[in-house]
Each structure stands twice: as C-alpha cells, then as structure tokens.
C-alpha cells in the first residue's frame, strides 16, 4: 500500500473492516440503489432478462460446442458441468468491471453527500447478484429436468456457496474500485487480468484435469475453489470435501477483510478526488 | 473574533440540548493535495518508486487554517468570501464529506447539506423514484419519507409529472423538486451551498419564506452566498471568509458593510 504515490492527508480512523453496523444504518439507500441499478437497465426493454440471459448462454452454447466436439473433454453432460461455472464466472466479471468506474460515475454524490461509499460498491454488487439468483434458479431447474432427474441433497448448500461469493465478490471489487479512483489504468489492466484469470480457472474444465503437482498453486485463485465447489454441489451433486469448503469461507472471509482494509484507508480523499 | 458573537437562541426543537452548539469548528485546518496526476497513469509511479527519481506529483496547499467557529442551535448564519476562500469548503467539512487536516468538527442532530441540488438524481427514473433515492442519500427513511411526501410534490409543484422520467423534466422542475426534498425533510441543521438561485423569482419567493418558517421554528442555517440581498435577509450572522482564515465574524450588517467596502475582487483565487 506504501508504494502508492499518495497518502491520506492524516492516519485514518481504523475502524473495524468488518462494518455491517455502518451498512445496516444505511440499508434504505442500499435497497434503493439496488432498485435503481435494476430499473435504470430494464424498464425501457421489451426482452429485459432474456438479454442478461442470451450473451452468457451464448458462451455456453460455444464452449460446449468448441469443447465437446473440437478440443474433446470427456466429461458425461459436458453441457451442465460448463453450466453450473460460467454464471458464477459472468457475476464475478460483471461485478468486478463495474468496480472500475463506480466512483468516477458518482462522483457528483460523493462529492455532496456523506455516506459511506462502499455502498455503492455493496449495490453495484448487490444488484448483480439479484440477476445471479434468477440466473441460478433456471440452471438448478435445467439440472433437475435434464442430468439429474431429482433433486440432489447437496443444492442445499447453495446458501453457503452464495455468501463465499459475495464475500469475494466484495472483497476484490472494493480494491479495484480504489485503485481505478487513483489510475485509469485499471480500466485497462482488468480485462486482460480478467481474460488470464479465465483460463486460470475451471470454467470450461475441470479442476482434476489440473497437474497434480500444480494444484496447490492453483487453488491459490481463490475463483478456481469456488467454481470447483459449484461444479461438485450442482454439477456432479453431491457434498464437496469439507476441507474445500471450510477453506473456501475462511479464505473469502480473509479477501472481504483485506479488500475492505484497502478500502477503507483510502475512502476518506474520494470525494476530493473521484 | 473568532467565536460567535450572537447569543445563542433557543431551539424548540431540542430544549435540552439547547446548550451545545449546533456546529462547532475547533481549530480546523484542510489542506489538499493537488493531484497532479489524476488522470494520469502507472508511468510516473515508477519514475518515482522504480527509478527513485524526483516527480513533483502533488503540492500541498492550505484552503482553510484553524478555522473556529461556534453555531448556536436556530443560528442562521451566512458564509461570504471571495472566490476560493474557503467557503465550500468549510460547508463540505461541516457536512462530513471531506475530513479535517487537523481539528475537530462537532453536530448536533439531524444534518442535511446540499451542497449540489439533486446530486443523486438520475435522469432514467420517474421523479418520484427520483424523491425517495435522493431522500435515501439524505438518509431518510421510507415511512417518514411517505409522511412528507404531498408536501414535497407540494412544494415543488411537479404533481403531474411524478410519474414522468427526469429526463424530460426542465431544468427548474429539476431543481424545484431537489430542493423540496432538501427543505421538506425537518434537518435539525441545514446547510446550503449557492443552492437559492434556482427556479423562477416566484419558486426563489417561495424558497426564501420557506427558509424563513424553517428558521422560525428553530431550525440551525448555514448558508454559503454570494447575494448581499439573500444574506440579509435569512441571516443574523455571517462570517467573512478570506484565504481560508476568518477575516470577521459578526452582526450580519455590520459584516456586510465591511465586506462590500473591501474590494472582493482583488481576493480573486483559483476555485476549490
């Protein structure tokens, strides 16, 4: 953090990074946000939701294509395993470019009101994974109908996967968006972060196809875990290791509070600078 | 000559806390930095950091220097000054949007700056989504944003186009309704940035006597202006800003006359 050529102008007030009393005291202007992003993108489209559904399925029709038929990965319904990843992925990426120009888009409110500005991140976020539970809801109904032929015990543990999810979603969008306050670069330097993170995930295989000896390296991308823990509870259907698991919110738990950290010791000079 | 010189009046509002100040500045300073580098880029990080070489990036410049300033509950007072003397700024401190270099900046009650009208509008949502994201910005609730919301559309006068997307409203319908919610909302503390020139001479009428009901029934002002006529009329005090210290603080009369017999433009300064 000290190698960034700015400073706050004295040492910030460190309050806990954990600080869902500061967001609970703002829920009205979170819950309002969150109806704003979703209304400002779809009250004037006739297809609304079929176009937040069409480019993702459209990856998903070329991936399984390309990968079932071209480069051959043989895995039983190619189609559900790439089906129960790339969603997750698609949040991650949409949330996390948001994040680039969050603040520079709100600048003017930033600039004239006091609130905490995380919000903004939190709803960006929030409304994204609003999108993410409609999405999931099709899928599970697609996996049902289709590879399982019953509900499987272990979508029960879709709620868990959900906060790992928010979790990291948060925690790496709050850095992005703090950075991209101080350097455009960011605009620039994500997508090809982003385009590499992709191939270094599972999203169009899986994890076990990994070299053993690489793994541990691996699963250092913490997108990778959870992408494995949505194949294993929704793809393959049954409980992932609890190793995985429990590793997988610890580690989530440790980005929010990282990312927050970052956060919040630059959060003070936003408005004189956003 | 830094302290207030009014007696502090009374608020209705909170008969026991009528004692502490409604805003109290002790010995505040802001000093920016001016990021040169803004828009710029990883380059000069790495002159700087990789190849150690000097990269003047920022200068530090003090916009307000050990500013003391006491308002009393049901104060109105006005902030004047020339351009760049501090006045926004010391208004965007008092509002807890920018933090205080050194000092420390106390409030009491419900605080409502506007500092920019109609700051969290957005142009795609029907005025009166528009009423409840700014209310929510102002950190107002639902319930008691509905128990005010007639006198809001009231006061702004755009009934027939609450259901109407922002965009197509004029720009004084804009205003109109930003300020309603401001003003319709009961701050304990309402503080105004260059914020009454809005509207047609009627609405400003209206704007002006609302103030003044608002003032009547206790409510603390802090209002920045650069109309002598405004200032006297809504305020008893004003404090003269002047590169970023206090260069008097009194009797809203007797300020004015010193002020307008300086000749502000000679303070002229770069904006901030």
């Known amino acids: 953090m000290s190698a960034l050529p700015f400073s706050t102008s004295r040492a910030p007030t460190v309050e806990a990074p954990f600080r869902l009393d500061r967001i609970w005291r703002y829920r009205e202007l979170l819950r309002s946000l969150i109806i704003r992003n979703l209304k400002v993108k779809y009250q004037r489209s006739l297809l609304g939701f079929v176009w937040t559904l069409l480019n993702p399925l459209l990856t998903v029709g070329i991936l399984v294509l390309v990968f079932s038929h071209v480069v051959r990965i043989s895995l039983p319904d190619y189609w559900a395993f790439v089906l129960s990843g790339y969603f997750v992925w698609n949040c991650i990426l949409q949330t996390l470019n948001t994040g680039t120009y969050i603040f520079a888009e709100h600048s003017r409110l930033t600039r004239s009101v006091s609130f905490p500005s995380e919000i903004l991140v939190f709803s960006a976020a929030g409304s994204r994974l609003l999108e993410f539970l409609a999405e999931i809801v099709l899928i599970l109904a697609l996996l049902v109908a289709f590879r399982h032929h019953h509900i499987p015990a272990s979508f029960a543990l879709l709620p868990v996967l959900l906060v790992i999810q928010v979790l990291l979603v948060i925690g790496l969008a709050l850095p992005i968006a703090t950075l991209s306050v101080f350097y455009y670069d960011v605009q620039h330097a994500l997508p090809i972060a982003l385009t590499t993170l992709f191939y270094l995930s599972p999203v169009f295989y899986p994890a076990q196809m990994v070299p053993e000896a690489a793994r541990s390296i691996y699963f250092l991308n913490p997108i990778a875990g959870l992408l494995t823990l949505y194949h294993e509870t929704l793809y393959a259907g049954h409980m992932p290791s609890p190793t995985l698991l429990v590793g997988m919110l610890a580690g989530a738990f440790l980005v929010y509070l990282l990312g927050y950290g970052i956060f919040s010791r630059y959060a003070s000079v936003f408005p004189e600078i956003a | ?272």
């Open chain 2, 1 to 272: 000559m830094a302290f207030s010189l009014a007696t502090p009046a009374f608020s209705p509002k909170s008969p026991d806390r009528a004692r502490a100040a409604a805003v109290e500045l002790r010995g505040v300073s802001k000093r920016f930095y001016y990021y040169e580098h803004r828009t710029s880029s990883l380059r000069e990080w790495f002159i700087r950091r990789v190849l150690q070489r000097p990269l003047n990036i920022r200068r530090a410049e003090f916009t307000l220097r050990n500013l003391n300033l006491r308002v009393a509950p049901g104060e109105s007072v006005a902030l004047i000054g020339s351009n760049g003397s501090g006045k926004s700024t010391a208004l965007r401190l008092i509002a807890g949007i920018y933090q205080a270099s050194s000092g420390t900046i106390k409030t009491q009650g419900r605080l409502t700056a506007v500092i920019e009208l109609g700051a969290g509008f957005h142009p795609e949502l029907t005025g009166a989504d528009n009423v409840s994201l700014y209310a929510a910005v102002l950190g107002i609730g639902r319930r008691e944003l509905s128990s005010r919301y007639e006198e809001i559309v009231d006061f702004a006068q755009t009934r027939e186009f609450m259901d109407t997307p922002l965009k197509y409203y004029s720009s004084g319908m804009e205003a109109r309704l930003a300020f309603a919610v401001a003003v319709c909302l009961q701050p304990d503390v309402l503080l105004l940035d260059e914020v009454l020139a809005v509207g047609d001479q009627l609405f400003r009428e209206r704007c002006l006597s609302r103030l003044r009901e608002y003032h009547a029934s206790g409510g603390t002002l802090i209002l920045v202006s650069h109309e002598i006529d405004q200032v006297r009329e809504l305020c008893s005090r004003a404090v003269w800003l002047e590169h970023g210290v206090i260069r008097m603080d009194g009797e809203v009369g007797a300020v004015l006359t010193a002020y307008s017999a300086n000749d502000p433009s000679q303070n002229h300064r770069g904006a901030r």
